[in-house]
């Protein structure tokens, strides 16, 4: 699309809020297509069976993930991290900001997944694993009700080796895929953005991993991946732009924040609304586990993404209503952030049409930004994140401090607000480079 085209799509609104972009100004945009109806999630290809098939299956793969990676033993590998109050990291939050928020704010560690460090344990492991049992159970080595620690063997091992993973990611996507792949015994490639940092590409390639690095961004390692997968049968390509499976290993995250809701007694109604602010990126994560909370709290749960004011393209995408017939370089945005884990020019369409009923907004933050508050949260907490993972950390912020009438509509005001910022990466940085952020962010 070029900016022409684009420009006469669009009401004067909407061409303020590009304008706003484009001089890389941060934004707060509520979506106007939410619903609130219960056949709101009708129209969607998945459903809640989609959701708790998914948990099943992470469930018969514990045994293995229990064996392999002894740090799950303890959660008989449920691979799952801690949601935690962060009071301190609040009372910075209001002191710098000059702004009242009213309610708890959790941090969810996500950051602190074992395997790889960030929420792509999530989806990015539960697609090999369905794919390893799918490939298994056809080839009639493998039951459903089979102890799947078996999958730790040399036969295994040599079975999945005849088939090759393909995946094109900005890091933490290749992280994920790249450990678990290697560990069944797959033989995995990973397709690296520019963007994509040093110490993943090496960790990785210590696994045996196949890293190739690209001088283009994300859209390019992506389709570099594809192209690879299209030549070989036997080589799978993890498609985080269309992905169903990725999609709802990320949705699962919800079913097991329920519990821990339940545990923590933070309760969720009509009085007690809950916000969650989460990083985008392509869209996968944010919108998995928004769809999975929609499932279960509907019209209890607020939720947000944060995008780099560099990289702002599920909001783009959103708004024009035109979802990845867009990308952020087409409005003259350069998609340069040191927010790796977000560096995404195009939004995934397959995520933005499932998530438009269901969204409540989605906000920018600048980098600096994310420095600072990864600052102030080592400070004040002593949890380390990268600088992706704190662009939701902001959202308390703004909706107090911009969002009076989206509040007022939606009878929130003043109510006693659980906030969940949701933690997206971090525990994996090694420690110079961590020490490089927190300078960052004075
Ligand atoms: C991938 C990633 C995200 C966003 O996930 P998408 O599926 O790309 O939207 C957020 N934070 C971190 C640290 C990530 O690695």
């Not at 298994?136 to 009700?145: G, W």
Request: with cysteine; hydrophobic share 40%.
């Amino acid at each position: 699309m070029n900016p022409v085209e684009i420009e006469s799509l669009l009401d004067a609104q909407a061409l303020n809020l590009i304008k706003k972009m484009k001089s890389y100004e941060e934004v707060l945009w509520f979506n106007p297509k939410i619903q609130t109806t219960q056949n709101r999630l009708e129209d969607c290809p998945l459903t809640l069976e989609d959701i708790q098939d998914a948990e099943e299956r992470l469930k018969r793969f514990g045994p293995y993930i229990a064996q392999v990676f002894p740090e799950t033993k303890a959660t008989n590998g449920i691979i799952e991290s801690n949601l935690v109050k962060i009071p301190a990291m609040k009372n910075k939050l209001v002191e710098n900001y000059a702004q009242p928020i009213v309610g708890d704010i959790w941090l969810k560690c996500d950051s602190h997944l074992p395997i790889s460090g960030s929420i792509k344990a999530r989806g990015g492991i539960y697609e090999i694993l369905k794919y390893a049992e799918d490939l298994a159970i056809e080839q009639q080595l493998l039951r459903k009700d089979d102890d799947y620690s078996i999958l730790d063997s040399e036969e295994f091992r040599r079975f999945f080796s005849q088939y090759q993973i393909a995946v094109g990611s900005t890091g933490n996507l290749g992280l994920s895929i790249g450990i678990i792949s290697a560990k069944l015994g797959f033989r995995v490639t990973v397709h690296m953005s520019a963007d994509a940092k040093q110490w993943k590409k090496d960790l990785l390639r210590e696994k045996g991993v196949q890293v190739i690095e690209y001088e283009a961004d994300y859209s390019k390692a992506v389709e570099a991946g594809r192209i690879q997968a299209e030549k070989d049968p036997r080589c799978y390509f993890v498609d985080d732009e269309n992905s169903q499976h990725l999609f709802l290993g990320y949705a699962v995250a919800a079913l097991r924040l329920r519990n821990q809701l339940e545990e923590l007694q933070i309760k969720v109604d009509e009085d007690h609304p809950l916000f969650v602010y989460m990083p985008c990126g392509v869209g996968g994560a944010p919108g998995g586990v928004t769809f999975g909370l929609k499932q279960l709290f509907q019209n209890n749960v607020y939720c947000f993404f944060a995008e780099p004011t560099h990289s702002p393209c599920m909001l783009l995408g959103l708004f024009t209503g035109l979802h990845e017939k867009i990308s952020v370089q087409d409005i003259g945005i350069d998609n340069i952030t040191a927010a790796d884990g977000l560096a995404v020019g195009r939004p995934s369409g397959f995520v933005g049409k499932i998530i438009e009923p269901i969204l409540s907004g989605a906000f920018t933050v600048k980098d600096d930004e994310l420095f600072k508050l990864l600052r102030i949260l080592v400070d004040s907490e002593n949890i380390r994140l990268e600088p992706s993972a704190l662009a939701g950390m902001i959202g308390p912020v703004k909706l107090a401090q911009e969002g009076k009438a989206f509040l007022q509509k939606n009878h929130l005001l003043n109510k006693k607000a659980a906030h969940i910022v949701w933690a997206t990466g971090g525990s994996m940085v090694p420690d110079v480079i961590m020490e490089d952020y927190y300078k960052k962010g004075f």
